[in-house]
């Protein structure tokens, strides 16, 4: 079984993009892809052992929550608090970056990714 | 998926997050105080500049970008927008939508106004931002540094070198020998890390000849905290043929202080890096990490929000599920299988209905849109209308939440904002005088509201101004020839006569709502969603237009008649009543044309075997069956057999061949397995 893969993002095209790029990874087993829209919806679904991950990487800026605050928040839960987020935005303010850091964010990738880092990420932080 | 659909779903998108701008920035105009409404107009702004950037739209980036620092600047100040501001926004967002224009249409330069809109958003912030906020004390990464107790790292453990010549000797090939020193913070772990994954990572593109790992500080057991990276410093020698760009890619997400690779030179140059002893390093032998591979299974490709459905391929259901309701009909009514009586043959058959029909529901209700957007968007509309004309409008929506067939409200759009420009141009009192006069208040009301009736849906815009002018209206008409002197008119045909081709109600010709079309664009576009229009006024208590709609394209509700052995369906909205007429109402001018008294009104009596030229039978009228039928030109009476009754119908049209055929709109395949024909009223009489 491949490892689980999250990403949470409330722009359609961004969801697309990963996808496509992943389209390779998925297809061989590598990984397991889930995309969400609403983070809110996604953190619901975790803390209610309805879904899980491997990995999650999400935005920031949402419209339901933060993905800072979705990322703390998961980070107060013993189930998930070692598990690894990335955080992919356009926003990469140092500011940004040391709240990330003190919740326990794992790493930044920054909009507009290439298809190969995205692979080199997921392939990197989940060692696979 | 290839890059043009992502651009499709980008500009799909774009398209959702631009008209739902317009529509926050004017509810925001509306409470000034409300930060979240910013918030979403902000993140509106950045989803765009993130794609924009994405699909190199930089003309689109570029603007996008400063419109966003703007809006980031009144969403972190305690500064209100102005009026101005607003306005300035909205311009933006039309500026945004007609650069997006241009980038997909890949047009060079830029649209009308982009220069001086952008100009005028950089002078807002370079006004505002005169009294520079207090600086905030940025966190550097020292400072970091500091916070997460990394300053004991600066200088690197000293840890001691075994021989290093022991390791070139086993370099295999083309190998270097490099030294990786981690020294990860201790909060490694909560960041998603450990050790073992960067020894895993990096056993993917070399070989880990062995590791030192240096313990921090001892730590009894009692006070052992299993989420603290108790290591201050790993080194790892590691062979490989890999450049130290390719190994530097594994720590991408490190901190830069964290981690450090040194290409070990040839002992014959060898300095070493470290050389103080200290600590006793503990050698831990390099272990072959195993590939966690499973090729069989493929991964669930889940996609947990909304399911993108091409509309053909839905279109193509719905002409399934007919199918399948007819059938389904016909099942029920055969004769043959009626005429079986065994509970379990018709039980089996009432469940297949009851399932038919529940499919019926459901694959109509995935069609099914709250009419919600289409009315927001109406705001905007008001509130460029209410401007342009100078009359303070405001606009009431009820409703919102009804849900109407996908491809009406893309119909229904257009004729909306005609219906409403017309209502602010020519209904609402140019003088507030004139409204207070009529014990109104200053603001003139414009609503709008959705509501289901009788099977059908109805979309009402009601003004509250002084009403349509009959009068007036009639006068018009007889001047352009929409009317003869001789016709006679009840109220509802003269506020008709404002949506005939031909006719402003305005003396002059505004540049709101006039622009050379009139009202009759409306009632085209409606009835090619098999709707109709009402006009109904009251003077000096305004005006209402009622769009009532049918609840799906796919399906109408039809009366059944039938006329010369054959059967017919006439769609139910445009019916009046049906009556069987007394002999003495019934009056014949000149040997030809027949009439009917019904009521106060005299009915011309159209003979629907004659029309469509079935035989020439004269029945009496007396002793048939007729249909009031309302249609454009006016009231007329169908002659018909009998009624055979009401029944949903599907659609079918009849092809290209027949698509013209004169006083028939389509067809449809009855419960019995018979076609019969949906008349056009309008084409009869």
């Known amino acids: 079984m491949g490892k689980k893969v999250i990403l949470v993002d409330d722009s359609k095209t961004i969801l ?17 892809f889930t995309t969400y829209l609403n983070p809110a919806e996604l953190l619901d679904a975790l803390l209610n052992g309805r879904e899980d991950y491997d990995l999650l990487i999400s935005d920031i800026n949402m419209a339901q929550m933060s993905g800072l605050d979705l990322a703390a928040e998961l980070k107060s839960h013993d189930k998930f608090k070692n598990r690894p987020i990335l955080i992919l935005t356009t926003e990469s303010s140092p500011d940004m970056k040391a709240r990330g850091k003190a919740i326990g964010v794992t790493g930044w990738m920054v909009k507009p990714f290439s298809d190969d880092k995205l692979i080199k990420a997921i392939t990197m932080v989940l060692g696979l | 998926m290839s890059k043009e659909k992502l651009k499709q779903i980008f500009i799909e998108e774009a398209n959702d997050i631009i008209e739902k701008m317009d529509i926050d920035i004017l509810n925001y105009e509306e409470s000034p105080s409300n930060k979240a409404l910013l918030n979403e107009i902000f993140r509106g702004v950045h989803t765009l500049k993130g794609s924009a950037n994405a699909f190199n739209f930089s003309r689109l980036g570029e603007f996008v970008h400063h419109f966003e620092d703007v809006l980031d600047f009144f969403r972190s100040s305690d500064i209100t927008p102005s ?54 004390a940025t966190i550097t990464c020292n400072d970091l540094a500091q916070e997460f107790g990394n300053e004991i790292f600066d200088e690197p453990m000293p840890v001691q070198r075994p021989d290093e010549a022991s390791f070139f000797e086993r370099l295999e090939g083309e190998e270097t020998l490099y030294t990786i020193i981690l020294t990860l913070d201790s909060d490694i772990y ?13 056993s993917h593109v070399g070989r880990i000849l062995a ?136 039980k089996t058959i009432e469940n297949l209905s009851k399932i038919t029909k529940l499919i019926q529901n ?22 460029d209308s209410s401007k342009k004309v100078g009359k303070p409008i405001h606009l009431v929506l009820q409703g919102e939440d009804t849900e109407i067939d996908k491809t009406m409200v893309e119909a229904l759009s257009d004729p909306l ?111 090619s969603v098999r709707g109709k229009v009402e006009i109904s006024s009251v003077p000096n208590q305004g005006s209402t237009f009622l769009i009532i709609l049918p609840l799906t394209l796919a399906i109408i509700d039809g009366m059944i008649v039938r006329s010369s052995e054959k059967i017919f369906i006439i769609p139910t909205l445009c019916i009046i009543e049906s009556f069987r007429p007394a002999e003495d ?50 009231k007329f009476a169908l002659l018909v057999d009998e009624l055979v009754g009401r029944q949903q119908v599907v659609i079918k049209t009849l092809g290209e061949f027949f698509a013209k055929t004169e006083g028939v709109s389509g067809g449809a395949v009855m419960g019995n397995g018979e076609v019969a024909l949906i008349l056009n009223v309008e084409e009869l009489y």
């Open chain 1, 16 to 32: 697309a993009t990963a996808q496509m790029a992943l389209e390779e990874m998925i297809g061989r087993g590598t990984i397991q």
């Open chain 2, 211 to 346: 590791s030192f790992w240096s313990p921090i500080d001892t730590c009894t057991l009692e006070t052992f905290d299993s989420e603290y990276n108790y290591f201050r410093q790993v080194e790892i020698m590691y062979a490989t043929q890999s450049s130290q760009a390719q190994i530097e890619e594994i720590f991408d997400f490190l901190e830069p202080q964290e981690y450090r690779i040194v290409a070990t030179p040839r002992p014959t140059v060898a300095q070493p890096i470290l050389n103080v002893v200290s600590e006793e390093p503990v050698e831990v032998a390099s272990v072959p990490l195993a590939k966690e591979e499973n090729k069989e299974i493929k991964a669930a490709l889940v996609q947990k929000t909304f399911l993108k459905i091409d509309a053909q391929k839905l279109d193509e259901l719905f002409d399934s599920i007919g199918e399948l309701v007819i059938a389904q009909n016909y099942l029920g009514e055969n004769g043959k299988i009626k005429a079986v009586r065994d509970a379990e043959v018709t």
């Open chain 2, 362 to 383: 459901r694959v109509m209700s995935l069609r099914m849109i709250p009419i919600r957007d289409t009315f927001e968007k109406m705001k905007r509309v008001v509130r």
């Open chain 2, 417 to 527: 904002i005609h219906i409403i420009r017309n209502s602010i141009d020519h209904g609402i009192e140019t003088n507030v005088e004139e409204r207070r006069k009529a014990g109104k208040s200053d603001e003139g009301i414009v609503t709008l509201s959705a509501y289901h009736r009788g099977g059908n849906i109805i979309i009402e815009v009601k003004d509250d101004g002084r009403g349509i002018n009959k009068e007036k209206v009639y006068q018009k008409a007889l001047e352009r020839g929409l009317v003869k002197p001789e016709d006679e008119l009840n109220e509802a045909q003269i506020y008709n006569l404002i949506m005939q081709p031909g006719f402003s109600t305005a003396d002059v010709i505004s540049d709101l709502s006039g622009r050379g079309v009139g009202l009759d664009v409306v009632r085209t576009a409606i009835e």
């Open chain 2, 83 to 136: 009026a101005s501001h607003v306005d300035l926004f909205l311009e933006s967002v039309n500026l945004i939508k007609e650069t997006l224009e241009f980038e997909i249409s890949e047009r060079s330069g830029h649209p009308e106004g982009y220069e001086a809109c952008l100009n005028q958003i950089q002078k807002i912030i370079s006004t505002l931002k005169t009294t520079p906020e207090p600086a905030q």
């Open chain 2, 585 to 634: 109402e019934v009056h014949v001018a000149g040997s030809k044309e027949e009439f009917v008294q019904l009521r106060s009104e005299l009915l011309p009596i159209v003979r629907l075997n004659r029309v469509l030229e079935l035989d020439t039978q004269k029945p009496n009228a007396w002793e048939s069956t007729l249909v009031c039928i309302e249609n454009q030109k006016g």
């Open chain 2, 190 to 202: 909560l960041r998603g890390f450990d050790h073992f994954l960067f020894f895993k990572n990096l």
